[in-house]
């Protein structure tokens, strides 16, 4: 088992990753201070887990409070779905939260635990790959708006983190390649080197080999630990972990959440990402081909799906990074490096909505 | 004018108490930082003021979000109503909130701006005497569930509070002595010297004495801020706050929100609060029927209206302060001191309440 240790001040936490922690019942309780635990969870995740975890809790009073699967879910009635659960079994602060699921999840029983009461303890245990390298670090919750994701949330960190390798084997290849998104990120934005490793053993990830998963898992966590602890309220460098979100958000708004994966929609961004970046001359061809191939090799759509212009642009101008009316976007400077800028001719930006 | 600085690190902000600041363009605008404007008001009170202050703001872009007059949309509606126009005006983390009116207006736009895009900046003007002495200071933001009062929020501070004097001369009586409830009880809870001017001030202030209001809402919001700066989170202290509280949320709650005014409700959950402390002997006679006597000259109710046990039971049971499925109260130990304690005999509140 691995601990990173996420350095926030008085808001630091543990993440613990290993084989098998689903059923460590010392490593899942030990940070619970309360009485009672609300689970939340989701359709599909709870018929693997639930029952497991309920009887690991059996000190506690446990209540659940299970929400439907997918990203167009990730919404208010799920949320208030748990107040409900919450208050119909008179929780109060005496309550932890444990969110059982992917990224959807994590980020709605974040959300309810920062909400609940004005803030009640909560504990992640994100059971996709990409929550696992996502939402793990960050804080960040919330749930979509019918006019844009991730709309209504809050800065709200976890008690702790506990990522069990075990939970990948029932992700289907859809999921890791999703995960692995992400996990391509933090090498295109952070550390080259990393990215290299990535290049060497996309295969052995894909196969699900845990040696390389444990280290990757790791070292996505540690990078988005490193940026979000200079920045936790995304005033400035913490942006770049946007890389190929600006451009993903548009993606998932306009088909509908939940036709493309959240982790796909990121890969093809950073595919459209890379293209602006080659047109400012901050990638050569070459880098370029590198980001392209290694995102195709992961099993993530390279090529922009069909949308209309005005529905894309609107779509990326209702980014959170975006002031006075300028649209920003996370570009490379090279392979591992990254900033945020508006500082490119927006015919550029339009081309490449436009092909 | 008055300035009292509320001190809580890097979220300190002040508090401007003065006649005809609403006019006041300096003092409005000084602690905005953002290009946008969202307004949040109600149908009652943006009818006296928003055009005027509207005029002020010609330098910014002004939106505005009206939500309906009533605690009992103090809700989900109308918060999504503050999301849905930030967003259908292509609002970002470059807009800041301004809160015109009572506190469902200024707990509802401060819980939007606490949760829009994880938190943007606002400002509260408060429009009735309870706001000015009870919103303005504290961060408690927040809407109402259907199972329970100010059950989803967030502590989030304000940049500045603009509290004009001039205000008050549009409230009806009932909204006056709503707002005393609050001024008594931080001299029930604080200082007995306080309580004391109230008892030879309190027509005075009935009559809207522009000289005495100034002096009770700087000393209301200076005593809150004491206690608040000692306990943000509200982990112990800072439940003294709550004196009648307990009573009047479940008062509130069974009756349905909107029938008894807020501070009609605390009014008389103090008396309530009395008598309890009264049968522990921690109050006397006389000071009980000082409590009474003030809170009565207040225009206050000082009889608890007529609701089933079960029900008032049940709605005590949803108390924030609750741990361990114990009731928690904030009891008075003489005039000017308060703890909050369950170390009373259950039998003694059953007495109370069945009576």
């Not at 303890?121 to 059971?127: A, G, K, N, R, S």
């Not at 952070?190 to 990215?195: A, L, M, P, R």
């Not at 040696?211 to 996505?220: D, N």
């Not at 400035?236 to 509908?256: D, K, P, Q, V």
Request: net charge negative.
């Amino acid at each position: 088992m691995k601990i990173l240790n996420v350095d926030l001040g008085d808001r630091s936490y543990p993440i613990y990753i290993g084989i098998g922690l689903l059923k460590d019942k010392k490593i899942i309780t030990s940070h619970i201070k309360t009485k009672t635990i609300c689970i939340v969870s989701n359709t599909t995740v709870s018929k693997l887990y639930l029952e497991n975890l309920k009887n690991l809790l059996d000190d506690y009073q446990v209540v659940e409070a299970i929400i439907a699967d997918g990203e167009e879910f990730k919404n208010y009635d799920s949320l208030n779905h748990i107040y409900t659960t919450l208050l119909e079994n008179q929780c109060n602060r005496d309550t932890t939260i444990l969110a059982l699921g992917g990224g959807v999840v994590g980020d709605i029983a974040g959300y309810a635990a920062a909400s609940f009461l004005r803030g009640i303890p909560f504990i992640q245990i994100p059971t996709t790959l990409l929550a696992q390298v996502d939402s793990s670090v960050g804080g960040k919750t919330g749930i979509n708006h019918l006019l844009g994701k991730n709309m209504v949330g809050a800065f709200y960190q976890p008690q702790s983190v506990v990522i069990d390798l075990n939970v990948l084997n029932t992700l289907d290849k859809r999921q890791i390649a999703a995960g692995l998104a992400e996990v391509i990120k933090y090498g295109l934005i952070w550390d080259k080197g990393f990215f290299e490793y990535l290049e060497q053993n996309i295969d052995n990830l894909k196969q699900l080999e845990f040696e390389h998963l444990e280290h990757v898992i790791y070292r996505s966590c540690e990078i988005k630990a490193k940026v979000v602890s200079e920045d936790e309220k995304e005033s400035g460098i913490r942006a770049i972990l946007n890389l190929g979100h600006t451009f993903g958000h548009a993606i998932e708004n306009c088909l509908g959440y939940g036709h493309w994966l959240h982790g796909e929609a990121v890969g093809c961004g950073m595919v459209l990402a890379a293209k602006m970046s080659l047109a400012q001359g901050w990638l050569n061809e070459s880098e370029f081909d590198q980001v392209k191939n290694l995102i195709s090799r992961a099993n993530l759509p390279i090529e922009k799906p069909d949308i209309p212009y005005e529905d894309f642009i609107g779509a990326m101008r209702l980014d959170k990074k975006n002031k006075d009316k300028e649209i920003y976007l996370v570009l490379q400077q090279g392979i591992g490096k990254a900033i945020v800028t508006n500082n490119y001719p927006s015919s550029e930006l339009d081309n490449i909505i436009k092909n």
